[in-house]
């Protein structure tokens, strides 16, 4: 019968083996919340070890490439800045690009 006893984030974690021999006889609590259960085994431990390894590299691809991609759609404006020039967008809407200032909310276009 072993307890561990931890802190995580906001809660208390508390792990211990229930006394007795049934199949789901070991118990995690955290804060107000209990999970009863087997404890799992070692080679289920290893193989989701290893599918989350994969899955935290796959995502890392993902994460490391700056920005987003945004699919332009039919009659929804996509708005970008202009670095060296201040107060100054660029709309892209239907195929038509244009520079212009917002004004009352409302895009006013310069050239």
Same mark, same amino acid.
């Not at 890392?60 to 039919?74: D, E, N, W, Y």
């Given at each position: 019968?072993?307890? &561990?006893?931890?802190? @995580?984030?906001?809660?208390?974690?508390?792990?211990?083996?229930?006394?007795?021999?049934?199949?789901?006889?070991?118990?995690?609590?955290?804060?107000?919340?209990?999970?009863t259960g @087997?404890?799992?085994? @070692?080679?289920?431990v290893k @193989? =989701?070890?290893?599918?989350?390894?994969?899955?935290?590299?796959?995502?890392?691809?993902?994460? /490391?490439?700056?920005? /987003?991609?945004?699919?332009?759609?039919? #009659?929804?404006? &996509?708005?970008?800045?202009?670095? #060296?020039?201040?107060?100054?967008?660029?709309?892209?809407? =239907?195929?038509?690009?244009?520079?212009?200032?917002? /004004?009352?909310?409302?895009?006013?276009?310069? #050239?």
């Open positions: 019968m072993a307890k &561990q006893t931890g802190t @995580a984030d906001k809660g208390k974690l508390s792990t211990r083996a229930s006394k007795g021999s049934t199949p789901r006889g070991f118990k995690t609590r955290f804060g107000s919340v209990v999970v @087997a404890r799992p085994s @070692a080679s289920s @193989a =989701n070890v290893s599918r989350s390894t994969e899955a935290l590299e796959r995502v890392t691809k993902k994460l /490391v490439k700056p920005g /987003v991609s945004i699919r332009p759609k039919k #009659d929804v404006p &996509q708005f970008s800045v202009v670095e #060296d020039e201040p107060g100054v967008f660029i709309r892209r809407l =239907n195929g038509r690009i244009e520079r212009g200032h917002v /004004v009352a909310g409302m895009f006013k276009a310069i #050239d």
